[in-house]
């Protein structure tokens, strides 16, 4: 890549692959100065940068890359090198990265600098990834088909300029047009780790230059960027017309820069010209035949201008140039309307197929002017039959005839010129709009803009769209070299020399050129500053556009043809790549566009016919076979439908934290000796290392810190023995915590399989969960009882909530043996999965450290598509008016809500009630749900606050509770049972009220109500609740690509309209309706218990009319918006449509593709009477499904609002927009703390570092982590405080790293020292966390410097830039290596005779009197205290962080004689016994046994071949389709977990269970084997599969849509063929055919 003007060095990427399949991604980009190590994580594919130096930041790429490979090329298995990064996505099992090898300089030095980029070649990278997860055979597929996507040629990028924009741009190069940026999702994993760069924008299209002259000399370059639209992608017969995000088929700006090149320091010009090409904007199809004859076109007859104005709107707020233009200098005049003029070429003779799209085309835009909806855009149509008008008149006509037509739009429409100003001192001479950029050095003056916009179409956008713009552009072309000073004239004395002033126009005047009027006789004369010469003469005297009226003759006689052949040239590629990206073939009819070049038009003109028909076989053939598999890479690539093309992969990757800097607390015995204490467990260089426990171990226990604090979610263990598995371990218990005192227990007993050497496992985490949960939820008992009933199905009622906690640091994994001291354990590696909240951005002040802020907080109001307004949203109180702050935990009260941005309490909004508009609605747009506000969905007419406040202060959720459910049930609610959909709606108030399943269970229980009798899965035939799954499943689907689509629509556009009927549109408790104008009176009936409000406040006046009866119906009587997504799905008559698919996407696709495909034809209101009761019932279940996402993901923000307070205290208020004064900037933090620590690192600076235990923190102090938090964070006043009750402190530091630490820096409190509470300072250091081990470092008397250093004494003054803040340095003699520091901070005691008045001090010659009483207010709230305490403000830990060493692998003796005891054979192996029989939808196994059988030793299952779906409701926002806002994936929330119960028929002829095995995660068909407790005798053993079976589902190409099936479970959770029974024999006694028997 060459180096854009400005730039430092060319941009270069090398990918690294080690012998141990770690990936590293070096790159030194043009822009900086160093080079970053990004490393791809090989368990999940999460990419790593915690922004080191001399980790992960070098100063030279080769200083990168020897650490990276340890200055060994024989650890590299592959190195790749690169020009760019385009992108990288783990997806499951795979990770791919996609990087560009090869580029052309497609327009090699733009004005103002910048090198556009065109990709020649690219290279796809697979990183196979260490994660067990379960993915299915077509997600698999789906990633190797990702691969395969076409990049090389079509796509280009600009590094240090945006072009996603006409030029010049007035956004920076990282705030693009998100129409046009292809690899946005593809980048979305660089942006999260704060390198946003390092992932160019990548642009799909065509981009080239040429440069030009007359009479042979260079005077011009003309560059030709074509950008093509992503809003609706796909292939030709798959993507035509418009889309749901109101963008056409094969849509693409095309813009024409012209420039004269200057040299350096002089100002350039330039000149822009804009157009567009695309299908026709209106809902049509084309239906391809098996046979070579044309594709039957059919426009849709119900609606089919829907969206189109809001196409021509994207187009007119794109290209509005009238405010621009108010105070441009020139001849240039403000126009009060924005053309945009369509020339459409199709054929228009009757008996042409394409003669109905003609006629509707004008209909169209006749429908659009009657709306009135774009009152300030004029659309024209001008109608051109290409093809008709070459056949009668010839091509040379046909030219003249496009000329005459646009004469008149061009020259209204006009184009953009202007200067590039090499330096911002000549600004001040800029007639015209200034742009300025931080992008480059100079500034751009406009003269003039373009207004409106030319858009070319035919029925594809391809061969005579190209034809047509390219003789348009040339005229264009034309005036561009006119006015820029460039003659192309052959012949200057051609008949159309004339004074400068031709009809009023005045041409513009060259650069370097000034007018003045002569002193004397007042005459103009002209002043050329190049040459400084005068002339009389306008420079520039030619007419304008004055080959508009030339004959395609007198054009050609009259111009030199040279740069027009040259302009062909971009053309005719430009031609090809649209059509091969549209069709997969080249472009046909080019011909004509050689016509001025009669040597290349011979030569067409001799093959085009035999080219022609070619190509029509090419694309006849891609179209019926390739498109499909095309479209799918289309689709994958923009990160479309994901969840239909990766239902099981995560939207971002858990991180790893156990590595790189994880370590072990305490030393792992070993059977031999080894260095590392067993460091190697937590590494994964050494993944195939077999580690084994000290002989006979009752268990094996692991003390991990963790590299950064997050919410610990999996444990990955990796299965190690030697050819006895029976050595690994049988079963673990888990503990977590934020400190080493107090972890607790998350996972007790989880068993453990035996597997194969290497083998992963993953054992999913909740968090802690309370006891009397479990039990009152029955959830715990239902796993141990003797006949468990059938798994929920439709949602978990009894959903247990476990904590959630992003700052868990300490993790314990106990491990015990099958049968204690019968011999040592082996070990593999041991990795903690979790997810952490992004410290780095937070504290670098990070793009999206605000961003983040306000969602945790919930300061910016959600636009949220589906749920209500607050005022109005069943949830909202959960979120707002219910939601209890975190506190912290040394205060006695809650903290309240506090904006971090702002410092400001929050007070919830009052709660105001919408006005209901009389209004009789004829239709409406079926999409127009996801900006709707659910008005009343649940509460109606009811005014919730009243329904919470008016129990008063005493009432709580679970009195409320009782209260709406007697109310529902009635008088007899002691002895009414409900139906399924009162129990539903019980269950919308329970989350409004904000209850766990438990407070509910607690709640019934206390008024004698068994929880069992409202939960609606009892509620429901088996047969019918299959169907419901059914059903809810398909709507989660379709509501899915629903707002997938409305979120791309508002693309340039931004605003929607506001309706009256949600999605669901869920009726409240006793919401009726009240009659009037309504004629369905589906509601009229009355609640079994009293009205919760007036009937006159639950009446909806808005008045629909139903789109199926024809009926007006009330709000209350109609069915949600889903219903018609439903509706639509399953509608024969839609499925016949191919045009109008979603998003490009194909009817014979994903049920998802369905949704907004069909949404033109399918708007309106449909009432419950003509709604299926199914239907309704699902709108209900998909609720309750979203309000349980809502609280997962409201926990999930509680927790990581929690963890920002312990981190910053309420000084977090000064998170975002302030710092200290004295560290202002990132450069101003980083001086100081190259002062205090003389140069070297800071080793204790959180996330990377912590305390070991907690410390009691006095009330109103800052939290005990702001110790060691970033010197630029939290505020200058804030300061830790120990209670005045303490004397004594210790911080137990655990550092980033082995370091070798040479001393501690303590930054002193605002409120400085006095003799009271000058503390002595006693610091140790140790590798662990022993106290016996640690080593005594030094002793310090604060009191005896106070009394040397009057500066530590008194208030703080404020701090002016660059001074350092007050410190003490504790150096040590030597520099001591430890991974441990210990502080001690202790009082003087009362009475103490350190203190000498007459020695210590001079009271006289003193200016602040140490003695007086210094008050210490609390540094972030609080009541003044002068009492002495502890406090502190920073803690910095200095030395130098140690290089971690290759573990060495020298065969030592002892390792000698443990590889010979793994090698052993076992002394007995399995064998098994076969008889089944499958009952319960196959979830339950019964196995028979021969009375002789021998006894039973344990059982073997093979991994299940299901998923977890990661989707199984409708968005509630736009954050539920990117996750971009999502904290923690909803699966980690409450992640899905499988048990196996094992049952044996006894003596007694009772079945009796014998265990119970929590099943960990394998890929599919692993074989495990689980030991009984005990062997067994018996006849028959029945295998029952429990668990949350419902949260699992089979690859959607393999899924069983049989209406026969009552249980829609995963077939890949069958227990057919998957288990075998076992029984352990020595092989040599059962003979040689005993081999046959092994499992």
Not at 1090 to 1107: G, K, Q
Request: hydrophobic content about 35%; overall charge negative; charged content about 20%.
């Amino acid at each position: 890549m060459e180096s854009s003007a400005g730039c430092l060095r060319d941009t270069s990427v090398v990918v690294v692959t080690l012998e141990s399949n770690e990936v590293y991604i070096i790159v030194s980009l043009s822009t900086k100065t160093d080079t970053q190590v990004i490393y791809i994580d090989p368990t999940t594919g999460a990419l790593r940068y915690s922004a080191k130096q001399g980790y992960d930041v070098f100063k030279s790429q080769k200083e990168a890359l020897d650490y990276v490979t340890n200055h060994s090329k024989w650890l590299c298995k592959s190195t790749t090198y690169a020009s760019a990064i385009l992108g990288y996505a783990a997806l499951g099992s795979y990770a791919v990265l996609l990087v560009a090898t090869r580029l052309t300089a497609g327009i090699p030095n733009l004005p103002g600098g910048g090198c556009v980029y065109s990709v020649t070649e690219s290279q796809w990278i697979r990183v196979s990834l260490q994660n067990p997860q379960q993915q299915s055979k077509t997600e698999i597929k789906n990633v190797q088909e990702l691969t395969e996507f076409d990049v090389d040629g079509k796509h280009y990028f600009c590094e240090t300029r945006d072009i996603t924009r006409p030029f010049p741009s007035r956004m920076p190069v990282q705030n693009p047009d998100d129409e046009f940026v292809w690899n946005k999702w593809f980048s979305v994993a660089f942006k999260n780790i704060g390198l946003p760069q390092h992932c160019v924008i990548l642009l799909q299209g065509f981009v080239e230059s040429k440069t030009f002259g007359s009479l042979g000399q260079q005077e011009g370059v003309v560059a030709l960027t074509a950008r093509r639209s992503r809003l609706h992608p796909g292939t030709r017969y798959l993507a035509r017309g418009l889309n749901s995000c109101y963008s056409t088929g094969n849509e693409v700006e095309c813009e024409q820069l012209v420039w004269v090149p200057k040299r350096a320091g002089q100002s350039v010009p330039f000149s822009t010209y804009i157009w567009r090409r695309g299908t026709i904007p209106m809902w049509w199809g084309a239906e391809l035949k098996l046979t070579a004859a044309e594709a039957e076109i059919y426009v849709s007859d119900r609606d089919p201008y829907k969206g189109s104005a809001q196409y021509y709107q994207r187009l007119s707020q794109r290209y509005d140039a009238r405010n621009l233009d108010a105070d441009v200098g020139g001849n240039q005049k403000k126009s009060a309307l924005v053309p945009i003029v369509c020339v459409n070429l199709l054929r228009n003779g009757e008996g042409k197929s394409e003669c109905i799209l003609v006629q509707h085309f004008e209909e169209s835009l006749n429908y659009i002017r009657s709306t009135g909806k774009l009152p300030y855009t004029r659309i024209h149509l001008i109608n051109y039959d290409w093809h008709a008008s070459v056949k009668l008149k010839g091509e040379q006509q046909t030219i003249e005839g496009l000329w005459y037509l646009l004469k008149a739009p061009t020259v209204s429409i006009g184009i953009a010129e202007g200067d590039y100003l090499p330096t911002r001192e000549r600004i001040k001479n800029c007639k015209g709009e200034i742009i300025l950029n931080d992008d480059y050095d100079g500034a751009f003056c406009l003269r003039s803009h373009q207004n409106g916009v030319i858009r070319f179409n035919c029925a594809d956008s391809l061969d005579r769209t190209n034809a047509a713009s390219f003789f348009g552009a040339l005229q264009v072309f034309m005036e561009q070299c006119r006015r820029l000073g460039i003659s192309l004239d052959s012949n200057m004395a051609y008949g159309y020399q004339s004074p400068g002033n031709n009809a009023g126009y005045v041409a513009p005047l060259p650069p370097g050129w000034e007018k003045r009027s002569d002193a004397v006789t007042g005459k103009a004369y002209y002043i050329d500053h190049n040459t400084r010469t005068t002339t009389w003469s306008h420079p520039c005297p030619d007419k304008p556009w004055k080959r508009f009226d030339m004959t395609f003759e007198e054009f050609k006689r009259s111009t030199i043809l040279s740069p027009v052949s040259q302009l062909a040239d971009l053309f005719l590629a430009a031609g090809d790549i649209h059509a091969t990206l549209y069709t997969g073939s080249k472009a046909m009819h080019s011909q004509i566009l050689s016509i001025f070049n009669e040597e290349a038009g011979g030569k067409f003109k001799q093959f085009s016919a035999a080219q022609n028909m070619k190509i029509t076989l090419q694309r006849r053939y891609k179209n019926a076979v390739v498109d499909s598999s095309r479209q799918k890479q289309l689709q994958i690539f923009l990160g479309l439908r994901l969840f239909k093309h990766f239902p099981s992969a995560m939207i971002h990757p858990l991180h790893v934290p156990s590595r790189p800097f994880g370590c072990f607390l305490k030393p792992v015995p070993s059977m031999f000796t080894s260095s590392d204490g067993g460091a190697s467990l937590l590494s994964f260089k050494r993944k195939d290392l077999i580690w084994v426990s000290a002989h006979a171990a009752d268990v094996v226990e692991l003390f991990i810190y963790l590299g950064e604090p997050c919410h610990v979610s999996q444990l990955l263990l990796t299965v190690a023995h030697g050819a006895d598995d029976t050595t690994f371990p049988s079963t673990v218990d888990v503990r977590t915590g934020r400190y080493l005192d107090g972890l607790k227990l998350v996972l007790e007993g989880a068993s453990v399989p035996q597997c194969a050497n290497g083998t992963n496992i993953v054992i999913p985490l909740t968090g802690p969960t309370s006891p009397e949960d479990m039990a009152v939820t029955g959830a715990g008992a239902r796993l141990h009882a003797q006949q468990p009933s059938n798994p929920f199905m439709l949602y978990d009622f009894e959903e247990l909530e476990g904590e959630l906690d992003f700052l868990t640091r300490f993790v314990a994994v106990t491990f015990y043996p099958a049968v204690p001291g019968r011999g040592p354990m082996t070990l593999g590696e041991v990795e903690i999965l979790g997810v952490s909240l992004p410290w780095r951005s937070l504290f670098s002040h990070g793009d999206g450290a605000a961003r983040f802020i306000e969602h945790v907080n919930g300061q910016t109001k959600e636009i949220n598509p589906f749920l209500s307004e607050t005022n109005s949203n069943t949830l909202a109180a959960v979120v707002t008016n219910d939601r209890k702050p975190p506190s912290l935990q040394s205060e006695s009260s809650a903290i309240p809500l506090i904006d971090l941005l702002t410092g400001e309490v929050i007070l919830p909004d009052s709660n105001s009630q919408p006005v209901a508009e009389s209004v009789v609605h004829e239709g409406s747009d079926l999409l127009d749900f996801l900006d709707d506000v659910v008005t009343q969905p649940v509460s109606g007419g009811m005014n919730q606050s009243k329904i919470v406040s008016s129990q008063g202060p005493s009432d709580n959720g679970s009195q409320q509770y009782i209260r709406l459910f007697k109310l529902l049930a009635g008088p007899d609610w002691q002895d009414r049972s409900l139906d399924f959909m009162e129990s539903m709606k019980l269950e919308i108030e329970r989350f409004r009220l904000n209850l766990s399943a438990a407070e509910r269970d607690r709640a019934l229980l206390s008024i004698g109500i068994d929880p069992a009798s409202i939960n609606p899965h009892m509620l429901l035939e088996d047969s019918y609740m299959g169907q419901l799954y059914k059903v809810a499943s398909s709507l989660a689907l379709l509501g899915q690509a629903s707002i997938e689509d409305k979120i791309t629509a508002s693309i340039g556009l931004g605003t929607s309209d506001k309706k009256s009927v949600d999605f669901w549109n869920i009726t409240a408790i006793g919401e009726r309706c009240s009659g009037g104008a309504c004629q369905v009176l589906a509601e009229t009936g009355q609640a079994a218990g009293a009205s919760l409000t007036s009937s006159s406040s639950m009446t909806s006046e808005s008045i629909f009319v139903c789109t199926e009866c024809r009926r007006k119906v009330c709000r209350v009587c109609s069915a949600g918006k889903g219903a018609h997504l439903l509706a639509s799905y399953n509608s024969k008559e839609n499925s016949a449509y191919n045009g109008v698919t979603s998003l490009g996407g194909s009817v014979h696709g994903n049920s998802a593709d369905a949704s907004s495909n069909h949404s033109a034809t399918l708007d309106g209101v449909m009432c419950k009477s003509c709604c299926n009761e199914v239907v309704l019932d699902a709108l209900i279940l998909d609720y309750v499904r979203v309000l349980i996402s809502q609280r997962r993901r409201t926990r999930a923000g509680d927790a990581a609002e929690k963890a920002l307070f312990h981190v910053f205290g309420l000084s977090s208020r000064n998170l975002i927009p302030e710092r200290d004064e004295f560290l202002k900037s990132q450069g101003t933090a980083t001086k100081v703390l190259e002062k205090l620590t003389d140069g070297e690192e800071s080793l204790a600076e959180f996330p990377f570092a912590s305390f070991l235990h907690p410390v009691e923190t006095a009330a109103g102090s800052a939290p005990l982590l702001s110790l060691v938090a970033p010197l630029n964070s939290g505020s200058q006043e804030s300061y830790w405080r120990a209670p005045p009750s303490i004397s004594s402190v210790e911080f137990v530091i655990v550092l980033s790293d082995i370091s070798d630490v040479s001393g501690v820096v303590l930054l002193v409190s605002p409120c400085g020292y006095s003799m009271s509470d000058a503390p002595t300072i006693q610091i140790w250091a140790s590798n662990k966390v022993d106290k016996e081990e640690r080593t005594c470092t030094g002793k310090w008397d604060m009191q005896s410097l106070v009394t040397s250093s009057s500066e530590l004494c008194g208030r703080e003054k404020s701090l002016q830039d660059g001074k350092l803040p007050r410190h003490v340095k504790f150096a040590f003699r030597n520099p001591v290596r430890c991974r441990i520091i210990w502080v001690t901070m202790r009082l003087p005691r009362l009475g103490s005779n350190s203190v000498n008045i007459e020695r210590d001090f001079n009271l006289f010659s003193m200016d602040e009197n140490p003695f007086a009483q210094i008050d210490r207010r609390a540094s972030i709230g609080g009541e003044i205290n002068s009492d002495p305490c502890i406090h502190v403000k920073r803690i910095l830990v200095v030395g130098k962080s140690v290089g971690r060493e290759i573990v060495s692998s020298s065969q030592g003796s002892d390792q000698v004689n443990v590889k010979n005891w793994l090698e052993r054979a076992p002394p007995l192996n399995r064998f098994k016994i076969e008889v089944e029989r499958l009952i319960d939808n196959d979830l339950v196994l019964e196995q028979f046994l021969p009375p002789a059988s021998p006894m039973l030793a344990g059982f073997r299952l093979d991994g299940f071949s299901a998923i977890k779906h990661r989707v199984n409701h409708s968005p509630a926002s736009d954050v539920d389709i990117d996750g971009s806002n999502s904290l923690l994936d909803e699966r980690l929330t409450n992640p899905a977990v499988l048990y196996i119960q094992v049952s044996a028929l006894q003596e007694s002829h009772n079945m009796v269970t014998v265990a119970e095995y929590r099943l960990p995660e394998v890929k599919a068909n692993t074989p495990m084997y689980f030991d009984f407790p005990r062997q067994i005798s018996t006849r028959r053993v029945t295998f029952r599969l429990l668990g949350d079976i419902a949260a699992f589902s089979d690859d959607p190409s393999e899924q069983d849509d049989s209406e026969f099936k009552a249980y829609p479970w995963a077939a890949g959770l069958s227990l057919a063929n998957r288990v075998k029974l076992y029984y352990y024999a020595d092989p040599y006694e059962l003979g040689k055919w005993a081999s046959l028997s092994a499992v």
